[in-house]
């Protein structure tokens, strides 16, 4: 006499996590062996594969640069530096990630309109005294160019002209009566 024997499952074949970090699964397999259907015996009820979560050490992360932040110009006229930073922090390094690379700070040349420049006196002329003999004046002038009044610089405070005495050699006898004659006609 023959005895039906229903299937039963075997134990699941355990496989590794399919990731090497953060969460996976684990697949499984059994087969309808233990011991297996026979004469018309009911085969195994329930699925022969299945899928376990699984969760392992977080996955390294690596560092990257957050936005620059900028400060201002280091100047308020002419050529400076603007000086910026920014943080490995989007997203920062973990779980054995490597940190951002490259620098956490930079500067940048930043160029505003030019300094204001006050203008200064150039040299005074020398200038020849007003007669060859005798008391004179002598008349100079002088230029607002060393360096000129510039963007929106003030321009030079006081005068460009002057006029100074000279005393030069007396005049001769001769020179002085026909001085007279000639102021008489």
């Known amino acids: 006499m023959s005895i039906t024997v229903d299937g039963q499952w075997g134990s699941w074949s355990t496989g590794p996590c399919s990731v090497t970090c953060g969460q996976g699964f684990i697949y499984r397999n059994r087969t309808c062996d233990s011991p297996p259907a026979s004469k018309n015996g009911t085969e195994c009820i329930g699925s022969s594969a299945?899928?376990?979560?699984?969760t392992l050490a977080g996955c390294p992360v690596?560092?990257?640069?957050?936005?620059?932040?900028?400060?201002?110009?280091?100047?308020t006229c002419g050529q400076g530096l603007i000086n910026r930073n920014r943080t490995c922090d989007s997203p920062p390094a973990s779980n054995n990630?490597?940190?951002?690379?490259?620098?956490?700070?930079?500067?940048?040349?930043?160029?505003?309109?030019?300094?204001?420049?006050?203008?200064?006196?150039?040299?005074?002329?020398?200038?020849?005294?007003?007669?060859?003999?005798?008391?004179?004046?002598?008349?100079?002038?002088r230029s607002c160019d060393s360096p000129p009044a510039s963007n929106n610089g003030t321009d030079c405070i006081g005068c460009s002209i002057d006029s100074l005495s000279c005393t030069l050699a007396r005049c001769p006898k001769s020179y002085r009566k026909y001085g007279?004659?000639?102021?008489k006609l």
């Open 50 to 54: 299945d899928a376990l979560s699984c």
């Open 62 to 75: 690596d560092g990257q640069w957050g936005s620059w932040s900028i400060g201002p110009c280091s100047v």
């Open 97 to 141: 990630g490597t940190y951002c690379i490259g620098s956490s700070t930079d500067s940048l040349s930043c160029n505003l309109a030019g300094c204001p420049v006050d203008g200064q006196w150039g040299s005074w002329s020398t200038g020849h005294c007003s007669v060859t003999c005798g008391h004179g004046i002598r008349y100079r002038n």
């Open 180 to 183: 007279k004659k000639a102021g």
